[in-house]
DNA sequence: GTTGACCTTTGAGTTTACTCAAAGGTTTAT
DNA sequence: ATAAACCTTTGAGTAAACTCAAAGGTCAAC
């Protein structure tokens, strides 16, 4: 598969793949004659995994330590790999932990609002859930 | 509390707590005799919530936009503000979503190794867990 | 065989989110 | 009373992550 079509596939742009690959993220892909990237499926699992850690609040650079997991294996030990595994684990664990605070504040919100045509302002639940502190939005 | 203080409660810089007010993400505070800005709880609150949602991956827009659902209340239905709070609120979900995949793909990481001090290329169940495509980690 | 849609590289430009510097006013400590 | 440590504004500078433009090569279709 070209550039063009993976980059669609993605719904990314053909110039984000290139700098992904410039910068050391995306694996170098083989070329045709005409020296064409052409990418496999390893390399759209592998823009998957970006894309979706980019999503979540993680930088290139901490993408970048993400994959080198992987490739740390062959340099390090059992003990260290795992070690940078479950450090990882832990960000990604807080990250939950901080989103489903905003689910419960939303759905506390929902859940509170009416949802009929009157004026938010005249929806009482809402102005009391305002009220209570710690629920900031 | 002066914008000093607060900063440092916060762990940011001033310069970062005069710019998110400077581009609508905090509300504007009090200001003393001598033009000073005096900060309420309410707006270390209102910090916190913003921090947050920064390292889940929300930018200053998309934060605007969650922090708006309390502006638009008094101008919207009730049917409106619900529905933008049952938006957001799939757009967490969703992330909560990818994060548990990653969770998922680093304790089965973490679980396969064993830990001890050999190189991680002799440990067999890393391999193996290579091979499973469906994990790019 | 040439038009249009691809692809290549290099290098410059843009947006987001800060971050710093300058020039000056205020407050606290000695 | 005079440093040092705060605060103010304005405006410029920076880093990350793209995004675009230029100049040119490749390829499928008419």
Redesign the interface.
Known sequence: MKIGELAKRLDISTDTLRYYEKHGLLSFSERNESGYRIYSP?HE??M??IL???????SLKEIQE??A??V???????????QL??Q??QI?????A??????KS??L??DA???????????SI?TTL?AA?DI??
């Not at 990604?92 to 939950?96: A, L, S, T």
């Open positions: 390893k699992k592998q998957q995994f979706r850690a980019k999503t979540v609040g993680f993400l994959l997991i992987k740390e294996k062959q340099q390090h030990s059992c003990g260290e790999v795992k595994t479950l990882k684990r990604v664990r807080d990250k939950i901080e989103l489903q605070r905003f689910e939303l759905s919100l929902a609002c009416c949802g009929g045509p009157e004026l938010a302002t005249g929806c809402l305002e502190d900031v939005i």
